[in-house]
Structure formats: structure tokens, C-alpha cells
């Protein structure tokens, strides 16, 4: 069950208000690199996690401060809107600067939230829960876990850069801490479970009999007129142990040249595909 | 630039086919967890890269390999088709179990495709390109292909059991093979890029004074009556080799109780809002 | 700020597992009549409350009450699952009423979610936050809510009619109520500032002369055969108090025949629409 | 069945072309807000109206209206684009004052529709149906249709103020209007129906031993440190005649702590959840 | 300005309701293939058309049309959900025949719409206006109506093959002849702009010099293993008699290969990729 | 199955990088009349193509050929992208008219790809597959596909306004001239099919007693009060030589009135509507 306390996980000041970064910080709220999305992921994941109880708890601990996150962002939006421009007679309106800014503004801030925060992105292209990645399978949702926070920190320290308010760069600098532990805690799962050679490949309940090894470890070069790039992923041991890497330069197709011949009747095809 | 040989990657045999394993299977073409993705992946990745060319050429590799996957499993959608009944009055149409089947069946494979793969998941809805992953971060972009693949190998896993027919269950030990490689392929990656410890945190560039690092290293308990889960995560060495991991039991805010005051005039708002 | 402890808001037992009735129960999570919508609604509508701070503490509490309603429909989802058939092999899947069952089933509880919730509806739409409808405006967001309230108890009770499991009932029974109170308290704000008198129209600050009043207490029958449906909206004082309704049975245009003339030089149209 | 006259609904006039404010004005047309949606929502309602048919005859007559305001208003877009610059050669488009306007319009409407009215919302999202809200519920779907008209005459407001276009100031001075009225109408259908006692709780069909009533009247606060909100919604009678308000201070949870056990063979998941 | 009389414009006569086929019929409302499509594309187009008047009330008339066709078929969806069972108590839901057809028809039929039509598709999408394909280019408008048409009389084909109920194939085959006039009727308007000839390459208003027209008559084989399907796009003059076809087998790359090099410091991007 | 070569098919340069024209590109890549969506629709159609196979070879190979249409854009994309902001403090992003420019780019270049092309269009919406029109009946799919490539180089035509960069200008031109052969190539498959005659009405095997065919071939007028406009479309000969174009000015419903009586009990609808 979820309570909540009244005062933000993290302290929220904006100096100068900016309807254009209001719009920029959208991106880690309703964007696939945002708060909802990790809030919801671990959430969801928790819910359908067997196994060990430990990881539901831990993902639901984390889920719980995700919300907060997004609760900071939101209240980060609505500072930056304190004073856009809301009808064509005020002063700021006929500023120049000002009407530059607000071209770049989300216009949706003014028409749709009055001034306030929206689920959408920095686009104002709403989440949709599609990216709410949940498998149950323990490994495949850490990994999933990991590129979120990873597209999550990116995000931040670019949002970081595009901000001169020292409040934001603040606020900012919390998230990328955060997003630097939440890296490492989900990695952290799979060094638990006995690092990647016991993990993968991921599921490792797959019967090995189900699997056409032959084709598992070599790397695949589609190019005509490529040499295959040489790396850790062409020669040496396999991550999970099992076998050991090579390369293959001239795909061969394996398969047949595929048709499907005439089309049947009451298909709705035209007469000449069914003779 | 791409080409095309008429043969497909791998070898397409169905013995018995099943229009409700042609939904199935439509979750490996257009699911999130499908080929669609990983190609459109893979190739914006691609096009995006920065640095050392050969991860470029690698990641357009794959992704000409994965367009090839659509192309096998779209055929084998196809060959499940065949013979669904495309009216009441045939003879199939009347028989129960075949009622049944067509009931777990998607009916847009009869009305809208003529019996052939369309680019959407089992539950028909179309794949979006919003889950085409690629932020220009080469370890976040690894990631995100670890996670996809992992979530393939999953869904390939699982198809593998919900089948008898041996035509289906070789085609799926195929993809389950491959995507064992790429799921490896692209952890070496990071490996060669000097680990974990190099790499993390993602991005590796941020300036360490853009970071309010005393909140990166710690577990953050939210719960009210849960103790911490203890862990790799909760002591030791962080992956970045930078600090102590440590946890959190008892979160107090560090923020203020937000409030956004009154609403302006000609904000769209009710009276009593704005006094 | 969040917290979570370990307990469900309410008891959920399934007595009698049914993977139909889990896609049915999916409706009430990630459906528009869902718990994710009002949890993420009244969290929107809280971070952009202004005014009386009274009404966003309301919307919290009552967000992060929502937030618990997921999290025990989650957990109804998830039992309702076990034991659905993972493999072709499995004694149950050869069953044929299993087999009608399992045909009305989400095919992705087994291939994607791995037996457990997803933030979609019972066809297997993911929810988007389109949905979360915050104004800004505190009596047009009530009205958002009761609507969305009084979806939510119509769903719930078209559910409790199709499950004859007691568990499933009970925890029905308990949305239903807590459904009804959610009706109410949002209404009770109307009357609170007034009633319906003082709160329309919405919003009530808009200034009467930026209003074609002449035209705002007519209703207009669009129909050329049918007489206009008399009732309260044709006669009587207006909610407002400020005028009185009428009716107009013969709509005449008041506007001109629109036409756009001829298409520019360089806009992409075909020569003869230039002319 | 429809039939069409050749006047708009309303006069249209724009004094100086703004193309700008013809993004904005796609808010109207294609928003959720907008007028595509309650025309299309009220014609679903009717369709799927059951009880006295002079509801049906009055959500039809209304949706034929609506349909009349996405007429001029797509009108009122396609003014506003005249002159928009279609090639960087032209003066207008060295212009930098034309230029910052440019930066804030939507390129879609020189690219896409070549300069006329799209249906999509002033960021160019594309409506979806979704937010067709129609529910067979004659209250649920009221309290749908005075949410829709409420939103839309606090966008019609916004924009006034957005433009000072006298024409587009005359055309948005009807549409406040129109919704002012269309908001009591759908209030007058309750009212007609016995008003608030009599229809709620919606569906007030739902027997009452399908309800656990002893959750339907307290107001539960969820918060840690702040004390209930009280209001009408705290004490006093319910709006449904049927009991007194009151409130719960101290959530207990009422169930029990969730878990999921082992996960099952064949499922998936990784070998450590199914031990 | 739009009108309505009540009477539907053909008659919908359900003699067997099937909560199935409700389910597919669904696709002509609300699947890129149907009725809504159509009504807001023309209406659409309509409101863009630029040149002589009489294409534009030619697309506003049809589109009218097209309104009447989406209210007949929400009738016919209505009918084919009369009976269907809404408690499992009732008889009908312990009928293993009426089961498995539950189990092929849409849930939220009853859990969503109580019975009636809904604007989304036989899968349960939404229809999202992204479909309505409107350029303001004429040539370009009329080929996305055939489509559009012969989309639809493929879908109506299909749909009166998998119903035996007489009064649905008596609707159908209406359908079926509506599209047929459709399809020619947007055909015509290319013909009588002088046809082909003058209205290709569409559009025919771009100067010769904006094109590289060496590259504009030739078929690209890009199989590497193929020979160019030969006919009569590969010889003979090219139908808007500028040129002649010619088939190109070998194709060479006319580009370079790309790299993007180095990333810039600040870019988010891992360290080594920025030396 | 496919390859891929290093070098582009079209030499792609930028002479004066544009991060607003990068913006207008993404039109070209993830729009509806963008390159993503004909490569994926003419690869499903060629692998459900039945009949002659070389359609279905034709329609591989410039499924193909889009493919690397999709890699040229994609570069074009990320070098206009050079060089523009990553932080406030660059001297660019002080600049006036940077900030004008960066006022009208997509944001999400800069925080969600790191300089490089997404799959989305100019107004940052994701493409999504439900574009890819593909019937399985090869007539309906060539007009999809004259559709989609009008509308493509109506774009590629109005992009080439937009721009005065000599690189992409000449880049423009050469898919100008591709998009003038793919209509044509599109077409002609229609003229080997018989021309028009044959072709239509599609699908040419629908039987005539399926169709009302006196409802065939008259144009409806819905019209009040404009007179029919006449054309090729009401007198002459049909296209499909089987009968002659009529008009019908006074639509005569052929339908009820329709009505759907009370709701039944157990509907989750008022009371008042079950009596």
C-alpha cells in the first residue's frame, strides 16, 4: 500500500523562469527516458516478480521513489511557467526575447495545463505504457532496468547542460546521483545470481536442446564489402562459458526462396492472383 | 546501401498449421520484444554513431540481420495461415474446434491481410517506433540491445513451448541461437571499452562535479515497515570503483512542501482559485 | 514525497483461477476506466493545483489511495494466471475447454508478462497518458474525475457480474464502494464553492464580454425531421442563474460559403489548382 | 443519416493571417479538448443510447452540431496559414519577426497538409478515439460529455486571450458560448433524472449487496503528516441520501502482503526463480 | 454546416446476433479500412481543397455520405450485441457454444460500451486520425481515396463471407456497391484533369529543374541474385510521355560512406567515444 | 534475405548545417509520406503476395531500395545537426538567431538522440506501423502505393522549397526523381493487369450478386442546397465497362429509424434506462 508524506524527496528552487526548459525537462518526466516510465517499469516488475522476495521488495522500494521523482519534476514545470506570457496584451508578450522563448515553448503549457506539468514528453507526445518492460524473468528485467536509468542519466546531464539556472543545475545533479546508483543497484542483481556466466544466456532455464547452438556464437557479417569488425564478440570464451566465440564473413542463406503461390477463393484478392 | 537475396536466412517449414499460433508468432515480428525492433534499432543506432567507425559497422550488420529475421517469420505467419476458413459456409468453419482455434485466432489475418503477417504484436496492436532505443551513447545503446535481446530470447523461449509442430520448434531454436550471439555481442562491447568500472556511470563523460555525489552510492529504503533488502548493493565496492555502496532505512525529504499559490488572471482558471 | 508498507489496501483471493477473467480484470488497471488513469489524474492535477492548497492535499491522498488500487488488482491478475498452461504438452492444454478458455485469453500473459499484470486494457492496449486530463481549472478537473469515477464503478460492476468467484466478488465489492465515496468527494467540491450556480459556467472567470452570449442558453436542433426534445435544457432558468433556456428548431447558417481560391505557386499542389 | 448545407455554422474571418495561432487552433479541432472529439463522442452515445429515445435524439442532434464547429474552425486554420512562407526565397521568409513566428509553428501544415487544417492537437498529435467516452451509462456518459464541454470552453477562453485577432476574437466569443450551454444541457439530463440523489452512486443499477458499503462514505487520508482536508466531503449527508460522510485518518491496510511464490518450470524465467 | 434526419440511409436488419461478428464488423468502423476513415479524410480534404469549388463539394458531399455509413454500422453493431450473456449466472454463459463465441468477441463490449459500437477496430485499436491523408495536393488526395475505397470493398468482400445472417450480407452488399462508385468516382477527377498523362509524376506542378530526372524512369534491381522482373516498368514510354522506362540491374552506390567521427565534448556520450 | 554495403546509394551533403531543417527532414524518414513507412509496406506485402511472384520480387526489390533511402536521410539528418548547442554557455546558443533557430528544432536532437536522426516525424511523433497498408490483394496494394509515393514527393518537393542548401537540395532531387518512377512502377502493374477495366472495382473476384449493384454507380448528393457537381462521375460509361454514371440529388433514406429499446437488467446502466 502507498502513503505519502507532504515535502518533496529533493528541494526544488528556480531562479529564472524559462517556459522553453519547461518544456526541455517534459522529456524526464513523459519520456521513455523519464520518471513514469521507471516508476511504472519497477512497479509492474515488482507485482509479477517471483523467486526470492527480496527482489519484489527491492523493486517496489525503488518504484516508491520514482514516483517522488516525478513529483520534484512536476513541481520544476510549473515553477519554470510562473509568468509566461498568458494573453497578447501583457508587456512580456511584445518582447522580442520573449517571443522567441515562447516559439520554443510548449504551447500546450498555456492552452491545456494552465502552467503546470503534463505526462507527455519534450515533444508533447504523451507516455504511453508500452515501455513498461516486465518479463518475469528476474535477469531480462534488470537489464531492461539498467538501459533505463542509463537513457535516464544521459537525459539528465544533457538537461544539465542546457540550463544555467543554478536551482535546476542543482535538482539536476540529485538525479544524476540517483540514476548512478539505480545502475549499478540492478546490476548489482545479476552479480548476485552469479554474474553473467550463470545468467546468461538470458533466460537461462532455456533447455540447451531447444537451442540450434551451431548458430550461437558466431558473429554474423551481412556486409558485401565490409570486413568484419574484430573485437572480444569474434574470438575468445563465450560470456556464459559455454562455447567459444568465432565469425562468420559469407552468410549463406540457409532457407528456401519463399512463395505462396495462387491466392484461394473468398479471399478478396483480385481473380488473376487466384489462377 | 541494402540488397536482397531471394533466399531466405533460415529454413521455413510448417506441418500442421495453426492460426492461432500465426497471432503467436506475431508477437516476434512486431512486438517490443520482436524483430521489427531490434532491426529499426540497431539501424538507428547506426546511423547515429560516434567514435570508432567499427561499432558502426557492427550495428548495421546486425540490423541487415534482423531485417532478414521479419523476413523468415513473416513467412511462417503466412504458411500457419493456410487453410484458415475465409467463410461460414466452408466446411471447416463448422466443425467446433476450429471454432475454437478461430476465436484465439486474429481476425484482422483474415479481414485486413489476406492471410499474411502484419507488423503488429499478438494482441494486434501495431508496432510504434517510439521503442527504437538509440540515444548516442554507446554503453546506453548496448544496454538497450542487451535488454531487447533478452526479451526476444524469452518470447522465443516461450513460443518454443507453446508449439508441436517440429517445422515451428526448428525455425524457433534458430532465433533462440542468435539471439543468445547478440545478446553476448553486445556485452563485449562494453568489455572491450574497459568493463564495467570504465564504463559506469553511463555517460562516463559527465564532469563528477555535475553530480551531487554524496546521494550516489546509497540504497534508498522507502518503505514504511519493510527492512532494506541487503546485498551486493547495500555494502562494498561500487562498480565504478569510485566509492562504498551503503543504504538508507529511514528516507527523511530533503525538499519544502510545494505550493504554487494562487492562479493569475486570464489563466483560464475558476475565480475562487485566483483569490 | 512516497512511501510504500508491505500490506495490501484490501485482501485478494482467488479461489478459482481463470486466465480470461485476468484479461477481463485488465481493464480496470490499464484501461481508460482504470486505476492507473485516476491515480496518475489526481497526481497531475495535485503538482498543478493552484489556489486553496486544501483541494491538492485531497488530490494526493486520494492519487496515492489509486496508486494501491493497481496494486491489488495487480496481484488479483497474477493469481488469476496460475496455473494457465505453459506448454502444448501441459494436460490442461489439451483439455478443450481449457483450450475455449485459453482462446479468450491475453496470449501475452504467457509470452510477455510471464503469467502476471501489464499496464494495458482487456484488448491489450497499452494505457496512454493522453488519458490524464488536468486543467488547471479545479471545477473542470472535479468534473474530469467524476467522470472518471463513475466509469470506474460501471466497470466494476459489469466484472462483479462476470465472475462467480467469492475472492473476486469481495474485492469487487470493495472497488465499487470505494468508487461511489470518489463520486461524491469530487462533487463536494462543486458545493463547496458555491454549487453549480456559482462554478458555471466553466470557467467562471471568463469575462461575459468575451462571450457571444446571444448564444449560450439555446439548445439547437440540428435534426430536419425530428422535433426538438423538450426538457429541462429547453425552458426554465439556466444552471448559472443568469438566464433562461430556449430552443431553435430551424438552425440557419450564420456564416459564409467557404472557399480558399486558388492554390499558390511552390505549395506542392497540382498546377491546375493554380489556375 | 447526414445531410450538409453549404454556410459554415459561423462567420470566419481573420483579419491577420497567423500561423502560429493556427497551431494553437489545432487544440480545437484535434485536442482532447477539442471539437472532433465530442462530436464523434456524442454520435457514439447516441448510437449506443438504450432507455428514452429522446436522449438519443438529443446527443445526435448535438454531435451534428459539433461537427459544424470542426467546419469553421478548420477554416478559421487554413486563414490563418494564407501567406505562410513556402520557400526560403521568399521575402516574408528573411523576415526574422516572420522567422521567430515560423520557429513556433507547425511544419506539418507547409509539409503535410499545404497550409489547410489537420486532425491533430496544437503539439500535432494526432487524435485518437480513445477519448471517445461512451458507456451506455446515461450518467457516466453526462458526466463525460459536461468534463469534454467544460475543457473545451477553458481552451476556447485561453485562446481569446491568445489572439487579438478581432474575427478570430468574434468566432472564439460563439464557441464559449455554444459550450455554455452545452455544459447545462448534459447537467439538465440529471436533473432530469431526479438530479444527483437519484443517479448516483452511476450505475445507480448496482444492487447494494454487491457493494461493501461500510468503504463508501469515509473520505481516507493516505498521507504521514498531514491532517485530513475537511470539507462537504468529511461530514454531512451523502449526496445519495444513503449515509453520512465521514473520514479515516490512519489508513490500515486491510490485506495481506502480496507474494508470488516460485516461478514455474517452463515459464521463461531465469533457473534461480523456479528453486 | 451539418443537418441529420433520423431515418438510417439503409436499412440494418440482424436476424442471428453474434457478439462475434460484432467483433469483426467493428473493423469497418473503426480499422483503417472503414467508415470513420473515410468521413474525415474527405471531410478533411474538403476543408483544404484549393482550386475550382467543385472538387471541394464534391469531397464534402461524400464525406457526408460517409457519416451515414458509420451510423448504420454502429446500428448493425448494436444488433449483433443484443443477447449477448452479461452475467455468468445467466443460461446462455453456461453454454459451451456460446462460450467459445465469447471467446473470439471483444470484452469490452460489454465491460466498456454496454452493448454497443465503439471507434476502435476488430482488435479493440482505437482509430487514430493519423489515417486521414490529406496534402492538399488533388492528384495525391484522389489516389489516397481509391485506397482508401478499395481498402474498404476488400473489407466488405471479406465481411459478407464470414456471416450467413441475411440482413448482414443485404447491409454488406449496399456497402460493397457504395465502395464501387467510390473507387470511380476519385478516379474520374484524375480523367477529367486530363488523366495520367497530365497529372503524373503527382505532384505535376514541381519544375523540371528540382529533379534529377536521369534517375526518374529507371526500375532498381537491388537482388543480388534475381533478374529484374521484366514488364512494362522496365520498356515503353512512362505514362506521363516525358520519357521512356528502362531497368538499371547492378546497382552501384552513387554515395559515400558515412561516419559521423568523433563526438563533441558536452554530448552525453561515453568518454571514448569523443577522442 | 539481405546485405548491406558500406557506401550510401546517394551522396549526401550539407553545405551550411540547419538543426530547424534537420527538424523538417525527420518528415521524409518517420512520416506518414516518409521512407520508413513504404519500405515496411512494400516488404509485408511482398512476403504475403500470392499470385505471379514476380510482384512480389518487384515489391521486395524497392522495399529494399527504401531501405537505403531510409540510411541517406538518416545521415543527412545528423550533419545538420552539426554544430549545433549542447550547452547555454556555447557562444551559438547566446546568439539571437541560434536561439530563434533552436526555437523551431526538436528538442529531443539534442536530449533523447544526441545529434542524430530518430524514427519520428517533423513534430517528433513516432511513426507507427499500423501505416503499413498491406491487403494481401495486389490492386488495393498498388494504389496504397501510388498513395504513399504522391505523397512523398509532394514532401520531397515542398522540402527542396524550404531549404537553399545546394547538398540537400541536390540530395532532394534525386528522391523527387525516384518517387516520379515508383508511381509510375506502381501503376504499371495495373495496366499489366488489364488496365482499369479489369482492375476494378477491386477486388475484381467479388461475385456480382454480393453487390447491390443498383447503388453502383449513381454520385450521392448530400447537399441542402448546392446542386450536384457533374463530371466524368455522373454520365459516361463506369471505368469497369459494366455500366453508366447516374446522379441521385435527393437522398431518400432507404433505413429506419433506429432505436434500441430498453437496457436490460445487469447492464451497468441507470435504472431509468431498464424501464
Not at 120 to 126: A, D, W
Not at 228 to 237: A, K, N, Q, V
Not at 257 to 267: D, F, W, Y
Amino acid at each position: 500500500m502507498f502513503h505519502h508524506s507532504s515535502k518533496l524527496q529533493y528541494n526544488v528552487r528556480v531562479d529564472k523562469p524559462d517556459p522553453q526548459f519547461a518544456k526541455f525537462l517534459q522529456q524526464a518526466i513523459g519520456g521513455v527516458e523519464g520518471e513514469i516510465r521507471v516508476a511504472m517499469q519497477y512497479f509492474f516488475q515488482a507485482m509479477g516478480a517471483r523467486g526470492d522476495d527480496k527482489y519484489r521488495d527491492m523493486l517496489m522500494m525503488t518504484a516508491t521513489e520514482e514516483l517522488s521523482h516525478i513529483e520534484f519534476l512536476g513541481h520544476a514545470v510549473a515553477l519554470n511557467l510562473e509568468g509566461a506570457p498568458l494573453t497578447v496584451q501583457e508587456e512580456a508578450a511584445k518582447d522580442p526575447v520573449v517571443n522567441a522563448i515562447m516559439g520554443g515553448a510548449n504551447p500546450r503549457h498555456i492552452l491545456s495545463s494552465g502552467l503546470s506539468a503534463m505526462p507527455v514528453n519534450s515533444n508533447g507526445v504523451p507516455f504511453d505504457m508500452s515501455h513498461v518492460y516486465a518479463t518475469g524473468n528476474l535477469a531480462a528485467d534488470m537489464m531492461a532496468n539498467v538501459t533505463a536509468e542509463s537513457g535516464g542519466r544521459v537525459l539528465a546531464s544533457r538537461l544539465y547542460n542546457m540550463t544555467d539556472d543554478t536551482g535546476m543545475k542543482d535538482m539536476l545533479s540529485f538525479l544524476i546521483a540517483r540514476d548512478t546508483m539505480h545502475q549499478q543497484q540492478w546490476l548489482a542483481v545479476i552479480e548476485e545470481l552469479g554474474g553473467w556466466e550463470a545468467a546468461m544466456p538470458i533466460p537461462n532455464s532455456t533447455p540447451q536442446e531447444h537451442e540450434a547452438t551451431e548458430h550461437s556464437y558466431y558473429f554474423l557479417n551481412t556486409s558485401l564489402d565490409e570486413p568484419t569488425p574484430e573485437g572480444r564478440w569474434t574470438s575468445g570464451p563465450s560470456f556464459d562459458g559455454r562455447s567459444e566465440f568465432s565469425k562468420r564473413d559469407k552468410p549463406d542463406p540457409l532457407g528456401q526462396k519463399p512463395s505462396l503461390g495462387k491466392a484461394r477463393p473468398h479471399s478478396g484478392t483480385q481473380t488473376e492472383q487466384q489462377k
